[in-house]
């Protein structure tokens, strides 16, 4: 509260909720989403990936880490070149959080694991999200050879600008 005990709204408190972040999020989530039900209902891809671990989809594994390659892309860009302040909204929070789906990594580790698959559970709980994180980084190394960009020391690593901050383009 206020120091006359009134309550600020809640665009004073949170400005990085402005209504046109929250619709290139939900925008974008919503196409993420449908994209991952299309892979991830691909039959040749299902296929293509079964490694029989008690009928866990395994293109979920897939759908994280061509997720997090292009969350790595798309940090590299946004850190490096201005861009439109709701791209990252848009394709970061929205789409490719939409797109990926770690809770449902979730629910197949513990379905797995209650189904007496504890090889295959750990074996899931290990891969994903070590596959996440090289995939990201990848995405982050990829980036950097496509536009010619040298590394950033780590002195010069730091946090990812707000959306207000990446530009009004």
């Known amino acids: 509260a206020w120091q006359d005990g009134r309550m600020p709204s809640a665009r004073r408190r949170y400005p990085s909720l402005a209504g046109d972040i929250l619709a290139a999020i939900a925008a974008g989530g919503a196409l993420g989403a449908v994209a991952r039900y299309a892979v991830t ?34 940090v590299c860009f946004v850190v490096r ?24 990594f979730a629910y197949d580790t513990r379905a797995l694991w209650t189904a007496g698959e504890s090889l295959a559970a750990a074996s899931y709980l290990i891969l994903t999200p070590v596959s ?37 383009a």
């Open 132 to 168: 996440a994180i090289g995939a990201c980084w990848l995405g982050v190394q990829a980036m950097h050879r496509i536009l010619g960009w040298p590394l950033p020391r780590e002195d010069e690593a730091g946090d990812l600008p707000t959306p207000a901050e990446e530009g009004t």
């Open 41 to 74: 209902s691909w039959d040749g891809l299902t296929r293509a990936v079964d490694v029989g671990w008690g009928g866990v989809s395994d293109a979920v594994l897939i759908v994280n880490a061509v997720g997090s390659f292009l969350m790595g892309l798309l």
């Open 81 to 104: 070149r201005p861009a439109h302040r709701l791209l990252r909204p848009f394709l970061g929070t929205g789409f490719l959080g939409g797109f990926t789906t770690f809770s449902t």
